[in-house]
């Protein structure tokens, strides 16, 4: 209709509105634009002014919504009605001197909150209260979830307490902003106020209070009575409510609830495999993740770049190469190369399984590399006992890419410091944490400067840094701690050391079985007898360690004094050949400790 009203001439506000109109709801929004600008006279007919453009573009998005079809993308609709061109149009609504309709200016909210354009969302509300709409309960609901989804949540708060009254929607985007800000208890509380109204919550409304659940400890109870609301109120059958509330569980480690919880669900989309697949690896369920991987493939389902990343994870710990390097073909396939969180997984999968020129390859072709990239690489080389390679990367991205190092980088630089034995370059750099590059040092950092004294054998001076520094020491301190004073020896910190281990952990066996060892090399045999018969009273039996091997494409599974593999004769006796191989070459042996047998 444009083209031929441009042909003949024609640019009446009818023929004006109606282009405007068809291309709006065809989400053909640059013509809409261009039908916009070429109107000679906007003012002159309310059909054709800036507020038509606004309240178009919503009413064309929403009824898409509404028909189940396409969404205008969100790029179209910033461009139209948000950023600087719902500046624009704004500015040209009160240029002409029309009041804007309550419609427009909540489809202008709703694109503000949409886009995270702020300062124009205070802008309008300025507008709101200056033309006297600060009583309309659309408008105040619009910026309620406009402030909350811009991290305002003080100012959705203040919105929302001035509220004469309010809906469903205000309640929702209330709840939601506390959630997604941290406000958690917060959040609950505004919950159990919804309930005590004529305003049941919705599907939006449970999903942002599980959230919210999830980030405390000690909320198992309102968890519980929620999983109780979904299913009275038939949420159950909701994919996001059911994925959030797998997400709950899995992160409190309620593994076998959230199993459960999949399980009795008929329809799983991939909403609902992104949430599992992503809980059992996070708990270290690297096989069920895998087996679900496998049949969400089967299923014809699309992985999120959430799912790869957590299924190579669950590769890296299962040690899995083969399989790592599958989904590093579905990763190239699907185009989530460009994606972090993903290339920084595939870097530490293949750390992990001790293909680490892998991993240097993924890293040097990834061509935008951030602080997760520099950090993850620098812990691969660490972890693989690499430590010149990791300081040498460190130092090259702070000298020549200018990287700017956090914490998390440090942390990993010091790993390696730790495995490679250097010490003093291990102090120089904690001290660089804190006066070159201005950083607080943070429990991670001096657990592992703790623990590179110990193992250098400086237990001592190890001891005096747990004292001085201002955090009280952790069981990974206190346990790595008395690893070392094994090692060298030490039987007075090693019982300090054991002692302060069964005050954080009393039925953990480890303690009791390293502190028993130490003792025994000491020749303090009733000590010895002692300690058993404490492990023996509190300590529960620990379950044997398993360990995975890849050999032809098959993973193998094993575990302490295991004699169920098939070929268990052939491999013990192998081991045998080696054991004697290495003692003829001289080589020490590393003593490993079968607690499980204690």
Same mark, same amino acid.
């Given at each position: 209709?444009?083209?031929?009203?441009?042909?003949?001439?024609?640019?009446?506000?009818?023929?004006?509105?109606?282009?405007?109109?068809?291309?709006?709801?065809?989400?053909?929004?640059?013509?809409?634009?261009?039908?916009?600008?070429?109107?000679?006279?906007?003012?002159?007919?309310?059909?054709?002014?800036?507020?038509?453009?606004?309240?178009?573009?919503?009413? &064309?998005?929403?009824?898409?919504?509404?028909?189940?079809?396409?969404?205008?993308?969100?790029?179209?609709?910033?461009?139209?009605?948000?950023?600087?061109?719902?500046?624009?149009?704004?500015?040209?609504?009160?240029?002409?001197?029309?009041?804007?309709?309550?419609?427009?200016?909540?489809?202008?909210?709703?694109?503000?909150?949409?886009?995270?354009?702020?300062?124009?969302?205070?802008?309008?509300?300025?507008?709101?209260?200056?033309?006297?709409?600060?009583?309309?309960?659309?408008?105040?609901?619009?910026?309620?979830?406009?402030?909350?989804?811009?991290?305002?949540?003080?100012?959705?708060?203040?919105?929302?307490?001035?509220?004469?009254?309010?809906?469903?929607?205000?309640?929702?985007?209330?709840?939601?902003?506390?959630?997604?800000?941290?406000?958690?208890?917060?959040?609950?509380?505004?919950?159990?106020? *919804?309930?005590?109204?004529?305003?049941?919550?919705?599907?939006?409304?449970?999903?942002?209070?599980?959230?919210?659940?999830?980030?405390?400890?000690?909320?198992?109870?309102?968890?519980? !009575?929620?999983?109780?609301?979904?299913?009275?109120?038939?949420?159950?059958?909701?994919?996001?409510?059911?994925?959030? !509330?797998?997400?709950?569980?899995?992160?409190?480690?309620?593994?076998?609830?959230?199993?459960?919880?999949?399980?009795?669900?008929?329809?799983?989309?991939?909403?609902?495999?992104?949430?599992?697949?992503?809980?059992?690896?996070?708990?270290?369920?690297?096989?069920?993740?895998?087996?679900?991987?496998?049949?969400?493939?089967?299923?014809?389902?699309?992985?999120?770049?959430?799912?790869?990343?957590?299924?190579?994870?669950?590769?890296?710990?299962?040690?899995?190469?083969?399989?790592?390097?599958?989904?590093?073909?579905?990763?190239?396939?699907?185009? &989530?190369?460009?994606?972090?969180?993903?290339?920084?997984?595939?870097?530490?999968?293949?750390?992990?399984?001790?293909?680490?020129?892998?991993?240097?390859?993924?890293?040097?072709?990834?061509?935008?590399?951030? &602080?997760?990239?520099?950090?993850?690489?620098? *812990?691969?080389?660490?972890?693989?006992?690499?430590?010149?390679?990791?300081?040498?990367?460190?130092?090259?991205?702070?000298?020549?890419?200018?990287?700017?190092?956090?914490?998390?980088?440090?942390?990993?630089?010091?790993?390696?410091?730790?495995?490679? =034995?250097?010490?003093?370059?291990?102090?120089?750099?904690?001290?660089?944490?804190?006066?070159?590059?201005?950083?607080?040092?943070?429990?991670?950092?001096?657990?592992?400067?703790?623990?590179?004294?110990?193992?250098?054998?400086?237990?001592?001076?190890?001891?005096?840094? *747990?004292?001085?520094?201002?955090?009280?020491?952790?069981?990974?301190?206190?346990?790595?701690?008395?690893?070392?004073?094994?090692?060298?020896?030490?039987?007075?910190?090693?019982?300090?050391?054991?002692?302060?281990?069964?005050?954080?952990?009393?039925?953990?066996?480890?303690?009791?079985?390293?502190?028993?060892?130490?003792?025994?090399?000491? =020749?303090?045999?009733?000590?010895?007898?002692?300690?058993?018969?404490? *492990?023996?009273?509190?300590?529960?039996?620990?379950?044997?360690?398993? &360990?995975?091997?890849?050999?032809?494409?098959?993973?193998?599974?094993?575990?302490?004094?295991?004699?169920?593999?098939?070929?268990?004769?052939?491999?013990?006796?192998?081991?045998?050949?080696?054991?004697?191989?290495?003692?003829?070459?001289?080589?020490?042996?590393?003593?490993?400790?079968?607690?499980?047998?204690?």
């Amino acid at each position: 209709m444009f083209v031929i009203s441009r042909t003949i001439g024609l640019c009446s506000a009818y023929i004006s509105k109606h282009s405007l109109r068809g291309s709006v709801c065809r989400g053909i929004l640059t013509a809409a634009r261009k039908v916009f600008c070429e109107i000679p006279d906007r003012g002159e007919t309310r059909q054709c002014d800036p507020d038509s453009l606004v309240s178009y573009v919503g009413r &064309s998005s929403y009824m898409n919504l509404e028909k189940g079809g396409e969404d205008v993308s969100d790029r179209e609709l910033a461009y139209t009605s948000g950023g600087c061109d719902t500046s624009e149009s704004f500015y040209q609504m009160n240029g002409v001197g029309r009041k804007p309709t309550k419609y427009s200016l909540c489809t202008a909210l709703n694109t503000c909150a949409k886009t995270l354009n702020l300062r124009l969302g205070k802008q309008i509300h300025a507008h709101i209260v200056q033309i006297g709409y600060e009583d309309n309960l659309f408008l105040n609901s619009a910026l309620v979830d406009l402030y909350a989804k811009c991290d305002a949540i003080m100012e959705a708060r203040s919105v929302f307490c001035c509220m004469t009254r309010h809906d469903q929607v205000s309640w929702s985007s209330i709840i939601a902003g506390f959630s997604q800000n941290g406000y958690c208890i917060e959040a609950i509380v505004m919950f159990k106020e *919804m309930l005590s109204t004529d305003f049941k919550p919705n599907s939006f409304t449970y999903v942002s209070v599980i959230s919210a659940c999830t980030g405390l400890t000690g909320a198992l109870e309102e968890v519980s !009575l929620l999983h109780t609301h979904v299913i009275k109120l038939g949420f159950n059958s909701n994919s996001f409510v059911v994925s959030s !509330l797998i997400d709950c569980y899995s992160k409190w480690g309620m593994v076998d609830q959230a199993s459960l919880l999949f399980g009795e669900t008929t329809k799983r989309d991939n909403i609902l495999f992104n949430s599992i697949i992503s809980g059992y690896s996070q708990n270290l369920y690297g096989e069920e993740a895998m087996k679900l991987f496998m049949e969400m493939r089967n299923k014809h389902l699309s992985p999120t770049d959430h799912t790869l990343t957590s299924i190579l994870n669950a590769s890296g710990s299962l040690t899995v190469l083969q399989h790592g390097r599958q989904i590093h073909s579905l990763v190239t396939k699907m185009g &989530s190369e460009s994606n972090v969180f993903v290339v920084s997984a595939l870097i530490d999968m293949y750390s992990k399984c001790g293909s680490i020129d892998c991993a240097r390859c993924v890293f040097d072709q990834t061509v935008e590399k951030n &602080s997760v990239l520099w950090t993850s690489m620098i *812990m691969g080389y660490a972890q693989s006992g690499r430590g010149f390679e990791a300081l040498e990367l460190f130092e090259h991205s702070v000298t020549k890419d200018r990287f700017m190092p956090d914490h998390v980088c440090f942390t990993a630089v010091l790993t390696a410091c730790n495995h490679a =034995g250097f010490l003093e370059r291990g102090i120089e750099y904690f001290n660089k944490l804190r006066m070159v590059y201005g950083l607080v040092p943070e429990l991670d950092q001096y657990a592992c400067l703790v623990d590179l004294y110990a193992r250098n054998g400086h237990l001592r001076k190890a001891k005096e840094l *747990m004292e001085e520094m201002p955090y009280t020491p952790n069981y990974v301190m206190w346990s790595s701690f008395l690893s070392s004073c094994k090692v060298h020896g030490e039987v007075d910190l090693a019982r300090e050391a054991a002692h302060k281990l069964i005050e954080l952990e009393p039925c953990n066996a480890a303690h009791y079985v390293t502190l028993s060892h130490i003792y025994a090399r000491a =020749g303090l045999w009733a000590e010895v007898a002692e300690v058993r018969k404490l *492990m023996q009273q509190k300590a529960k039996r620990k379950s044997a360690g398993w &360990s995975w091997l890849e050999v032809d494409k098959a993973v193998h599974v094993f575990s302490v004094g295991d004699i169920a593999h098939p070929c268990s004769g052939d491999i013990y006796g192998e081991l045998e050949k080696l054991n004697m191989e290495m003692k003829e070459t001289n080589c020490m042996l590393i003593e490993i400790e079968n607690i499980g047998e204690e």
